[in-house]
């Protein structure tokens, strides 16, 4: 029976050669858009993890702070769990710093030093988050050698909205292409019932099963989700490689490549059997 489903099944890529190419295309380009949206939301996952990693607080101290006393500081704010890293910027390095960005030097016309020591705080991931960053500033301003406490709150939480309106525009764009690609199935399989509308009534006379009307034509739904499946993994492979040797690496993005082939193989055939499913539900044998 299985050889029987299989053979009618490549029997109906024959008949409907146009209907089989059109639903083809569609879920290629289904799986391949899917592809690509999972992959921007990774990216800027990824993008926002490494943006929370490296947001710097500057803690300013005061000029009365003597210099014996910075190192135990440093190792006092080392301690504190919410911290990544800690780094002292003297009041000569920063001095540097400033020359350097702005092209001024201002010890050409002052004799002294007006810019304070610093330590720049890098906050671990799970506490770059706005309740936490408030509660962090307003602790770092109660210390008694904090001279003040800088942070560019709002070009950080204006990256960061960006990158979750890109996600939402990404998740509609993904759902109404999906919607569309399952149409476009849908419609193929319906042209296909159409075309083997006679067929269909005289296996339904000589008392054909169910399964046996239905069976090859969701194995040529799978079939062309299969195919779709590999040319979007060949597609995927192909800009993997161009974007890993021009671009960046992906490894962190994409950390199990195999897991990614085959969730990528599979999707093809599970949008043409879901779809095709649907579409012969009204099936009867009634005649």
Same mark, same amino acid.
């Given at each position: ?5 299989? $053979? ?55 000029? $009365? ?11 006092? =704010? ?48 799970? *506490?770059?988050? +706005? ?24 070009? *950080? ?24 690609? =399952? ?10 019932? +159409? ?7 005289? =296996? ?10 239905? =069976? ?39 950390? +199990?490549? *195999? ?26 044998? $009634?005649?």
């Amino acid at each position: 029976m299985i050889k029987f489903w299989i $053979k009618e099944a490549f029997k109906l890529i024959e008949r409907s050669k146009f209907s089989f190419f059109l639903s083809l295309v569609s879920i290629t380009l289904s799986v391949i858009l899917i592809t690509l949206s999972v992959f921007i939301i990774q990216f800027s996952n990824h993008f926002e993890q490494e943006l929370k990693g490296n947001i710097v607080i500057s803690v300013f101290i005061k000029d $009365k702070i003597a210099k014996t006393e910075i190192d135990s500081i440093k190792n006092e =704010m080392k301690n504190l769990n919410f911290l990544k890293s800690v780094d002292y910027v003297s009041k000569e390095e920063a001095a540097e710093i400033f020359v350097k960005e702005t092209g001024e030097d201002f010890r050409k016309i002052l004799d002294y030093n007006p810019l304070p020591a610093s330590f720049n705080l890098k906050l671990k991931s799970e *506490y770059a988050v +706005n309740d936490s960053i408030k509660l962090i500033i307003k602790d770092l301003s109660k210390l008694s050698w904090s001279d003040d406490v800088v942070f560019r709150q709002d070009f *950080y939480q204006r990256i960061l909205s960006y990158i979750d309106k890109g996600k939402v525009y990404v998740f509609t764009l993904t759902g109404l292409i999906f919607l569309v690609s =399952m149409y476009l199935v849908y419609s193929t399989v319906r042209l296909i019932l +159409n075309s083997k509308y006679s067929e269909l009534e005289t =296996m339904k006379f000589v008392g054909a099963k169910l399964s046996t009307i239905k =069976m090859p034509i969701i194995l040529n739904s799978a079939l062309a989700g299969l195919i779709a499946g590999i040319t979007a993994l060949a597609i995927s492979i192909l800009l993997y490689h161009y974007a890993s040797e021009y671009l960046f690496s992906l490894d962190q993005i994409i950390r +199990n490549k *195999y897991l990614f082939a085959a969730v990528l193989l599979c999707i093809g055939p599970l949008i043409g059997v879901f779809v095709t499913v649907v579409s012969l539900r009204k099936i009867s044998l $009634k005649i």
